[in-house]
């Protein structure tokens, strides 16, 4: 339901962004109060206590990877790990961060590539798995490793190789630098040569000649006698 959810809004924000907003309000209101409430709210509640104990036990570096099994306990205070011991997180997000530290949270920048470069049925899958991965551990399990690199795979399909992207940017820099040369010769050329700038030489010789018969001297005594 999740993953729909997050989906639809993403599907109708191309057209009516307005809509998109009152559907995902909606959507957050009815889970606030599912948690709030009776029925479910054991197994959300039991989420938002893992998670806050999670993010207790954050750390710069990071524990390890698959040391939340073994860590955890250290910050559970609303969870008895002595009769449940939780494996995952319930958030791949809140995981991998607390097993591998701060560094992992620019990698979030190139599934986000992955998303915009593609307007394909492919990205709502990606926003599908993303919204199933904050709620569950899907990267954790055979299948969702599996699926998920399969979307990666086809939102960045089209795109131009590694290989032929640096080697495009080689081409425009080598180009910026052919220019500035070229620029910075027909500059100096043209400070010589006094056919194409005409003006030039004939200024530069006239102020050369009135230095020599009119030292800054002389220029100086003109307005002030004492010096």
């Known amino acids: ?3 729909l959810g997050a ?3 993403v599907y109708v924000w191309k057209w009516r962004p307005l ?5 995902a309000i909606l959507g957050i209101g009815i889970g606030l109060a599912v948690i709030g409430g009776k029925g479910h709210a054991d197994s959300l509640g039991q989420r ?3 998670w806050q104990d ?10 390890g990877i698959g040391s939340y099994y073994l860590t955890f306990p250290e910050y559970a205070e609303h969870i008895n790990t002595l009769v449940s011991r939780p494996e995952n997180a319930h958030n791949d997000y809140l995981e991998y961060i607390y097993e591998l530290g701060i ?8 599934v986000g590539i992955a998303w915009r470069g593609n307007s394909g049925p492919e990205r709502y899958m990606l926003v599908g798995q993303l919204a199933i991965s904050a709620f569950g551990f899907p990267i954790h399990m055979p299948m969702g490793q599996f699926m998920a690199a399969l ?8 795109w131009i190789p590694l290989r032929g992207s640096i080697a495009m940017g080689r081409i425009r820099v080598f180009a910026r630098i052919a220019a500035v040369k070229d ?6 050329t043209s400070w010589k040569d006094p056919e194409i700038l005409p003006g030039i030489s004939p200024v530069r010789t006239g102020g050369g000649e009135l230095l020599r018969r009119y030292p800054l001297e002389g220029i100086g005594s003109i307005g002030n006698p004492g010096h």
């Open 54 to 63: 999670t993010i207790y036990g954050l750390t710069f570096w990071g524990h």
């Open 183 to 188: 620029s910075l010769r027909s500059y100096r």
């Open 19 to 23: 809509l998109a907003v009152h559907i």
């Open 103 to 110: 560094g992992t949270i620019p990698l979030a920048y190139l």
């Open 1 to 3: 339901m999740l993953a």
């Open 48 to 50: 938002l206590g893992l």
């Open 151 to 158: 979307i990666l795979g086809s939102c960045c399909g089209g």
């Open 7 to 9: 989906a639809l809004v």
